[in-house]
């Protein structure tokens, strides 16, 4: 039975709108992972070990070294070539500034995305168009989900709704689509 044994933090993205780019906890905890097992059975273990915020069923593993996301159906075993560099820092050495985050799904925060821009309207709507562009700039995978979950076609209809200053704020979101 092999294990992959590594510190383990989460990331409270649970609203993009309100969120932090940084992982807790400051000191995170080692957690030992089966490497034989599907992360997707091992990710509850994970969760309670943090207290994360996050629904579990929201919930996916990142790489902190590369961002890579992992494959919850498969085991880390299957996953080798993601690891890649992971125990190593610029030394050559077992690193300690690597984990792996708990974070909540991109579908599900693209999907949070959207709905806020549809069901918000005045300051709300306003604000919510300011943040888009940092949001899309703090993770640039959020950026290609938003695309493919019609995230585009909501900012349409928004700015179809809205004032010259609304749009104003949708392109400057729109600008930062690397797409």
């Given at each position: 039975?092999?294990?992959f044994?590594?510190?383990?933090?989460?990331?409270?993205?649970?609203d993009?709108?309100n969120?932090?780019?940084?992982?807790e906890?400051?000191r995170?905890?080692?957690?030992?992972?089966?490497?034989d097992?599907?992360?997707?059975?091992?990710?509850a273990?994970?969760?309670?070990?943090?207290?994360?915020?996050?629904k579990?069923?929201?919930?996916?593993l990142?790489?902190?070294?590369?961002?890579?996301?992992?494959d919850l159906?498969?085991?880390?075993a299957?996953q080798?070539?993601?690891?890649?560099?992971f125990?190593q820092?610029d030394?050559?050495?077992?690193g300690?500034?690597?984990s792996?985050?708990l974070?909540?799904?991109?579908?599900?925060?693209?999907?949070?995305?959207?709905?806020?821009?549809?069901?918000?309207?005045?300051r709300?709507?306003?604000r919510?168009?300011?943040?888009?562009?940092?949001?899309?700039?703090?993770?640039?995978?959020l950026v290609h989900?938003?695309?493919?979950?019609?995230g585009?076609?909501?900012?349409?209809?928004?700015?179809?709704e809205?004032?010259?200053?609304y749009?104003n704020?949708?392109?400057?979101?729109?600008?930062?689509?690397?797409?």
């Amino acid at each position: 039975m092999a294990t992959f044994v590594c510190r383990v933090q989460f990331l409270d993205d649970t609203d993009p709108f309100n969120s932090t780019n940084f992982p807790e906890p400051t000191r995170p905890p080692l957690y030992t992972f089966r490497e034989d097992i599907p992360l997707i059975n091992q990710l509850a273990g994970i969760h309670r070990l943090l207290r994360a915020p996050h629904k579990l069923d929201d919930c996916t593993l990142q790489l902190s070294h590369n961002g890579t996301y992992l494959d919850l159906e498969s085991s880390l075993a299957e996953q080798k070539d993601e690891l890649e560099g992971f125990h190593q820092d610029d030394t050559g050495s077992r690193g300690k500034k690597h984990s792996v985050v708990l974070r909540t799904q991109l579908t599900v925060r693209v999907h949070a995305c959207i709905e806020r821009l549809y069901n918000s309207n005045g300051r709300d709507l306003r604000r919510a168009l300011f943040s888009l562009k940092q949001i899309f700039q703090d993770d640039k995978d959020l950026v290609h989900e938003f695309v493919m979950a019609e995230g585009l076609t909501c900012l349409i209809k928004v700015g179809a709704e809205a004032d010259q200053n609304y749009q104003n704020y949708i392109l400057r979101g729109e600008v930062s689509l690397p797409v």
